[in-house]
C-alpha cells in the first residue's frame, strides 16, 4: 500500500481577522479543515474529562440551569483575570492537543490537512511537544485599525471593550515573524478568495 504524503497546514489569525472566512473557503475548496473551536466545545460537554477539571476549578456557578458549562458565565470570569485564564488553558489544552492530533492520525485519505487554531501561536511548543508539527504556518493579517472596526461591528460593542479583547491577544505583529505565508484581509472578499485559492495552488 503507497503511503500518502500529507502536508499539514496551521492557519491561525487574530480576533475579528476573518480567519473563520479563510477557513470556509478552504472547506468549499474541498481540502480537510480541523477546527480547534469545535473541538474546543466538544472535549467541555458534560461528564467529559475536561468539563470535570473545569467545574472542580470553577464550581458549580458556572453551570447552566442543565448542567452544561455557561461559556459567557466563564468567559466573564477569565476575560478580566489572566491567571485564571491561564488555568483554564491548563485544563482544556491538553484535551484539545490530544483530539487535534487523534483527527490528523485518523485521516488516512487527506493529502493537504489544514489546522484552524485561533491561539495557535501561542500554544506552538505545546503542540510540538505533542508531536503536531505543521509544514506551513498561515496567518490572516489585518491591521488594528481595520480589526478594531470589524470588531466593534461584529460584536456590537464599544471601542474600550473591543481594544481589551484585542490587547488580550498577542499582536498581529508579533504573530507575523512565525507566519511561512501572510493572507492580507484588509480588502475586499474577492480578493482574499483569491489570494486563498493561489497559496493553496502553490502548496499542492
Known amino acids: 500500500m503507497v503511503q500518502i ?10 480576533i475579528a481577522s476573518g480567519k473563520s472566512t479563510v477557513s470556509n473557503i478552504i472547506k468549499s475548496l474541498g481540502y480537510r479543515v480541523i477546527d480547534a473551536d469545535i473541538i474546543s466545545r466538544e472535549v467541555v460537554e458534560k461528564g467529559k474529562a475536561a468539563y470535570l477539571g473545569v467545574v472542580e476549578h470553577f464550581g458549580q456557578d458556572i453551570l447552566d440551569e442543565d448542567g452544561n458549562i455557561d461559556r459567557k458565565k466563564l468567559g466573564n470570569i477569565i476575560f478580566n483575570n489572566p ?20 483527527c ?38 489585518v491591521d ?9 461591528k461584529r460584536d456590537n460593542i ?16 508579533a504573530k507575523i515573524k512565525y507566519a511561512t505565508r501572510v493572507i492580507n484581509n484588509t480588502g475586499t ?16
Open 158 to 173: 464599544t471601542k474600550e471593550e473591543a481594544i481589551k479583547k484585542i490587547r488580550a491577544q498577542m499582536s498581529m505583529d
Open 189 to 204: 472578499k474577492e480578493a482574499l478568495e483569491f489570494q486563498v485559492k493561489k497559496m493553496v495552488r502553490e502548496v499542492i
Open 83 to 102: 491567571v485564571e485564564r491561564e488555568k483554564l488553558n491548563s485544563i482544556v489544552h491538553p484535551y484539545i492537543l490530544d483530539s487535534i492530533k487523534d
Open 104 to 141: 490528523i492520525k485518523k485521516d488516512k485519505k487527506s493529502t493537504l490537512i489544514f489546522v484552524d487554531i485561533p491561539l495557535l501561536i501561542e500554544v506552538l511548543d505545546s503542540l510540538k511537544i505533542k508531536g503536531i508539527e505543521f509544514d506551513e504556518i498561515w496567518l490572516v493579517y
Open 144 to 152: 488594528e485599525k481595520t480589526q478594531l472596526e470589524r470588531l466593534i
Open 5 to 14: 504524503k500529507q502536508k499539514i497546514i496551521g492557519l491561525t489569525g487574530g
